[in-house]
Structure formats: structure tokens, C-alpha cells
């Protein structure tokens, strides 16, 4: 009983830390990612044309650069914070379980990061849900004085839809990218590490002097975006998807507001995918990918070494 007790809390033991340092990480990766993710939303919705470069300076021009770039900001950077931090506990917690079965370091963070990324989802969902209608007000999807605020948005969005048809409308499809997205990410950020580490620093190892979790910032920072990138990748037509059926979603909703019928354009992902294919082929399931890779580069570039600073700062 007391060996029982003593292994519950040695799983426990990294749950504060991973909580600080996921909320830090999370909160500050917004800064530099969330102008490109409204650049992304608007080309994934809006079929804009054009190079991204093209896109991001005809936006910034129109939305008041600035002001605009970070337009719907307010909620995602609390939400990411809460995010961050489900999924670096989960993660964490997780991958000491399937460590003590005996499992590989990288088979234990490509599982422990997937099973992350689906618990987080029961968050991420309704937030990028909130978020794409900020993003989208004003340019010919969403129009309507009452969307100001992220708080009288969700409230507006649980009202039209209830929670199962509304808060979590895309919820299924999110729970599908993230799992695949955040096993990736998190099996590639360990292995990139741990190359660098038997290539570089094979002595100060051999010595232990130097670790995975002490490799130069710049080292962190550029592991970290890469493992962004590469999530991305795996899967990034399904968050074409999921961000089309979200749309979809709120079109329908302010529909039903303003009293007029609306006939969804997306029964499901497999509808979406089969429309959107013969709409604008297979370049339509990368659709603003060139920016979201630029996005996931900026923002796993800050959120891993902070994450993985503070957690052993705290931590020792």
C-alpha cells in the first residue's frame, strides 16, 4: 500500500509545474502566431488569392494593422494559456505512466502527446470557434453589432446552437486533428532534441554535464519550431475542414437570428472534403498552409523553450 501510494505521487509530483509553465508558454506563443492565424482563417474561408505575403499586407492594411492583427486576440491568449496547460499535464502524466510499462521515449511522447491533444480539445474546440467569428466579422461572413466581444459571442453561440450544436459544433474533427497533431508534436520536439544531443554534445552527455531539457535556448527554439511545422503537416487538410464546417456553423447560426433559412453547405468532414476537392482540388486542402506553417514555426518556437525552461526551473 505505501509503494502504491509512493508511485501515485511521484506521478503527481510534475502536475504544478507543468500547469505554470504550460499557462506562461501558452500566453506568450499567441504574440507572435496570432496575426498568421488570422491570415490562415482568412485565406482557409475567404479563398483569398494571392502569396501570403500578398495576403498578410492587404489584411494589415485593411484592419488597421495592428488593432486588426490581433483582432479576437483576448480570448484565444486565456484560452491558450488553459490549452497549454491541460495538454503539457496530460502529456506529462501520461507519458510517466508508459514509462513505468517499460515504453520507449519516443513511443511513450508520440502516445502521451496524442492522448493530450484529444483532452485538451474539450476546450480548443469551442474557443476556435469563438475565435474564427472574431476573425471573420466584418469581411462578408459574419456581420452583426452584437459580435464585440469574445464573452457576448460564446453567449450569442450557446444561445443559437446549445452546447452540442453549437459550443461544440466541430468538436469531432478537432478531437481528430489535435490527437494526431500533438502526437507528432511532441515525439518530433524529443527526437530533434535527442539527435542534436548524440550529435553535438556527445561528451558533455557522456559527462552529464549536458541533457535534452539543457540544450542552448536557440537550440530549444529551433527543435521546437520544426516540431511545429512537422504537426502541422500530418494533418493540415483536416483543419481545412474543420475550419469550413465551423464557418458553416456560424452562417447558419446568424441565419436563424436574423429569421431566414440556411442550408448547411457541409453535412460532415467526408462532405466537406468531397466539395471542397471538386470546388478547388487538391490545392483547396492546402489552402493558406504556407502561412500556418510560418504560424506553427513562431509559436512552438517560443512555447517550448519557455515550457521547457520554467518546468525545470520549477521543478529543481
Known amino acids: 500500500m505505501e509503494q502504491e501510494q509512493k508511485n501515485s505521487a511521484d506521478l503527481m509530483t510534475d502536475l ?7 499557462s506562461v508558454a501558452g500566453a506568450a506563443s499567441m504574440i507572435p502566431s496570432h496575426p498568421l492565424d488570422l491570415v490562415k482563417v482568412r485565406q482557409q474561408t475567404l479563398k483569398l488569392k494571392g502569396a501570403g505575403i500578398t495576403s498578410f499586407c492587404e489584411i494589415a492594411k485593411k484592419e488597421e494593422f495592428i488593432k486588426g492583427l490581433y483582432k479576437g486576440m483576448s480570448f484565444p491568449i486565456v484560452g491558450q494559456a488553459i490549452i497549454n496547460s491541460i495538454v503539457f499535464m496530460t502529456q506529462g502524466f501520461t507519458e510517466k505512466l508508459l514509462k513505468k510499462s517499460k515504453m520507449k521515449d519516443a513511443g511513450a511522447q508520440f502516445l502521451s502527446g496524442g492522448f493530450g491533444g484529444a483532452v485538451q480539445s474539450l476546450v480548443c474546440s469551442p474557443m476556435e470557434l469563438v475565435k474564427i467569428q472574431m476573425q471573420l466579422k466584418d469581411v462578408g461572413v459574419v456581420r452583426s453589432a452584437d459580435y464585440r466581444r469574445s464573452t457576448m459571442e460564446f453567449k450569442n453561440i450557446k444561445r443559437q ?3 452540442m450544436w453549437g459550443v461544440y459544433r466541430g468538436f469531432w474533427i478537432t478531437t481528430v486533428r489535435d ?3 500533438f502526437a507528432f508534436y511532441f515525439c518530433s520536439y524529443h527526437t530533434i532534441r535527442v539527435q542534436v544531443l548524440n550529435t553535438f554534445y556527445q561528451e558533455e552527455k557522456e559527462s552529464g554535464e549536458m541533457t535534452i531539457e539543457k540544450l542552448p535556448w536557440q537550440i530549444l527554439g529551433l527543435a521546437g519550431g520544426t516540431a511545429g511545422c512537422i504537426s502541422w503537416a500530418v494533418n493540415y487538410p ?15 447560426m446568424l441565419a436563424k437570428e436574423k429569421g431566414e433559412l440556411y442550408h448547411k453547405e457541409y453535412t ?5 472534403a468531397k466539395k471542397v476537392l471538386a470546388r478547388d482540388g487538391i490545392k483547396g486542402y492546402y489552402r493558406g498552409m504556407i502561412f500556418s506553417l510560418i504560424r506553427a514555426f513562431a509559436n ?3 512555447l517550448l523553450p519557455i515550457h521547457t525552461t520554467l518546468f525545470n526551473y520549477l521543478k529543481n
Do not use: M, R
Request: with cysteine; net charge negative; hydrophobic share 40%.
Open 179 to 181: 490527437t494526431t497533431g
Open 238 to 252: 483536416v483543419d481545412v475542414f474543420k475550419t469550413l464546417i465551423q464557418e458553416d456553423a456560424l452562417k447558419e
Open 16 to 22: 504544478p509545474h507543468d500547469f505554470v509553465a504550460g
Open 300 to 302: 512552438s518556437a517560443v
Open 268 to 272: 460532415g468532414a467526408y462532405d466537406c
Open 161 to 163: 446552437g446549445g452546447i
